[in-house]
């Protein structure tokens, strides 16, 4: 059974550990083993050691699994969990199949200008965008930084994007499940 | 000679190009190869194709590069540009050498706290800290997720912080220099 490392920040969920088996439990439905990221309720410890010793259980963890399914939905800002993005590299880096979602369908141009845009006064060109402080806002029609999405195009991965209620931006398992759908036809066909 | 992969938001900056030969000049000062990120200004195309050509010549780099040194100055937001993440995780997948800082000082949690904190009133321990929708703040004196400075420990890489002025954020190059300073120290303890 090939397992999946559950990516996202559905570990700051209040119930994150529900959150955690609920899609542990559809990965089961599909014939997957889910791997939820280490919280720190099963550490002792305090501060930079703790936040160390679960940084490297993590990291095993995505060593061991074959898949990383990264909930990509915009967290505290324009962009993804830092820590999802970087782990994301990491299974990139360690050659594993890449999946991901986002429960917000806006494109991140839109997005960032909404957040962080200024008067393009600072633009070089009529089309470019530009932030408040006359940074460019890169503008591809994509749904995160380019690198984000490139590098589950380079893997030959699978995104699915998914517009969800507000506040079901974070609970919303619509497009995850719909990721491990395309994940089984994949695994089905290479099967056969 | 070991080559340098120059990641950070300076991809953005209004004079992206003059920012990244600053950084290869400084790194050739202390014998490296800087490898600025291939901006879209070389390339053809537009949308998704041009976005995925700049995202595989990039990955393309990192895999041609010794080490990284990640700018993880938080960009919009209480976290890393997005795409410096996602390139600091496949450098350490990559077994590259890890290296990063940031220009804020200032911790992680306070950071998030000051831009989408809330009440508490969620929390579920008194130490417990949420924002606004009642997720949790991690807190462990760290500048980022604990992802970030927990890859670049356990790969035994180099963080350096320092306090530039506000309008020195995305510019300031002295604590990258201090980054320079201790490879180059490195390596010649490494070839003695």
Redesign the interface.
């Known amino acids: 059974m090939k397992s999946i490392y559950l990516a996202g920040?559905d570990?700051?969920?209040?119930d994150?550990r529900q959150a955690g088996d609920a899609k542990k439990r559809l990965c089961q439905t599909y014939g997957f083993e889910g791997l939820f990221p280490i919280d720190n309720d099963v550490h002792p410890g305090?501060?930079?050691s703790?936040?160390?010793a679960?940084?490297?259980e993590?990291?095993a963890l995505i060593q061991r699994a074959d898949i990383i399914v990264a909930n990509l939905t915009p967290f505290?800002?324009?962009?993804?969990?830092?820590?999802t993005?970087?782990?994301?590299?990491?299974?990139?880096?360690?050659?594993k199949f890449l999946a991901g979602y986002t429960n917000v369908a806006t494109p991140f141009s839109n997005r960032?200008r909404q957040?962080?845009g200024g008067s393009d006064e600072?633009a070089?060109t009529p089309s470019e965008l530009?932030?408040r402080?006359?940074?460019?806002?890169?503008d591809?029609?994509?749904h995160?930084?380019?690198?984000?999405?490139?590098?589950i195009?380079?893997a030959g991965g699978i995104f699915i994007t998914h517009q969800s209620h507000d506040s079901e931006r974070?609970t919303d398992l619509t497009a995850f499940e719909q990721v491990l759908k395309h994940l089984k036809n994949r695994m089905d066909s290479v099967a056969r």
Do not use: C, K, W
Not at 11 to 14: A, K, N, R
Not at 133 to 138: A, C, P
């Open positions: 920040p570990v700051f969920l209040p994150a305090a501060g930079e703790l936040a160390f679960i940084s490297r993590n990291e505290r800002g324009p962009s993804a969990d830092a820590g993005l970087y782990e994301l590299g990491l299974a990139r880096g360690l050659g960032t957040m962080f600072h070089r530009t932030d402080d006359g940074l460019t806002i890169e591809f029609g994509l995160d930084n380019l690198m984000i999405e490139g590098g195009h380079q974070y």
